[in-house]
């Protein structure tokens, strides 16, 4: 069964630093989707990606978040300037256009900021 | 008001119970509703869609109430295997594009 990919699985980084959490969705997808849960919490949605630009966002999602499909496999999340609050698991999902049928999530990728 | 809210339990039965999850969700306009199950450090897995006549995969059984906006989960002659966090989920948008709400997940123990 075809399956989101998440690299990697877990990421340490010290506050202020740039990181890049890479995700590869199914092939003939054409959704993407982040997500995060701080340890504890719930899964909280962060945004939306469609025909190569943001379809929505979340509060969540300021300006230090970036998101594109450089090569059209990869579908990367970036966050400029991390803080200690961006510790959590982050999750992608895919789904494929025509109906909605609650989609798949990778693996996640568990970001520490230290 | 909370978005999707659920009893965090934890609920802790023991093997061949019958138990129930409950969950409201607050924008009467949502129209796609789910139960997911989330291991402990996992990702949230597709359990099964809830749909408005109700609907049942083994012994797993959805239940919607639109006009209350309740959403059930009954799991019959639950398994050790069953143990793990059930998040209640809604699409408040439909379609193909959907952003999720996700409840916090109500914590299920099953015990030999």
């Known amino acids: 069964e075809p399956e989101v990919t998440q690299t990697p699985s877990h990421q340490v980084t010290q506050m202020g630093q740039e990181v890049i959490l890479r995700c590869v969705p199914i092939?003939?997808?054409?959704?993407f989707y982040w997500y995060r849960q701080i340890l504890g919490q719930k899964v909280e949605f962060l945004v939306s990606?469609?025909?190569?630009?943001?379809?929505?966002k979340s509060e969540i999602f300021d300006d230090q978040f970036s998101v594109e499909r450089p090569d059209g496999s990869n579908f990367t999340l970036k966050i400029r300037s991390t803080k200690l609050e961006d510790s959590a698991m982050y999750f992608c999902a895919s789904i494929v256009e025509g109906g909605f049928r609650g989609y798949t999530f990778g693996s996640g990728t568990r970001l520490t900021v230290v | 008001r909370k978005e999707v809210e659920q009893d965090p339990g934890p609920f802790n039965v023991p093997e061949g119970a019958t138990v129930a999850f409950n969950c409201t969700y607050s924008?009467?306009?949502?129209?796609?509703f789910f139960w997911y199950r989330q291991d402990c450090r996992k990702e949230p897995k597709l359990l099964m869609s809830v749909y408005s006549s109700g609907n049942e995969d083994g012994r797993f059984t959805a239940q919607l109430n639109r006009a209350s906006q309740y959403i059930s989960l009954l799991i019959r002659d639950s398994k050790l295997s069953d143990s793990a966090t059930y998040l209640c989920?809604?699409?408040?948008?439909?379609?193909?594009?959907?952003?999720?709400?996700f409840g916090k997940g109500t914590k299920l123990s099953v015990k030999p």
């Open positions: 924008n009467s306009a949502s129209q796609s």
């Open positions: 990606f469609y025909n190569n630009e943001i379809s929505e």
């Open positions: 092939s003939n997808h054409l959704y």
């Open positions: 989920v809604v699409n408040p948008n439909g379609g193909s594009q959907g952003n999720l709400i």
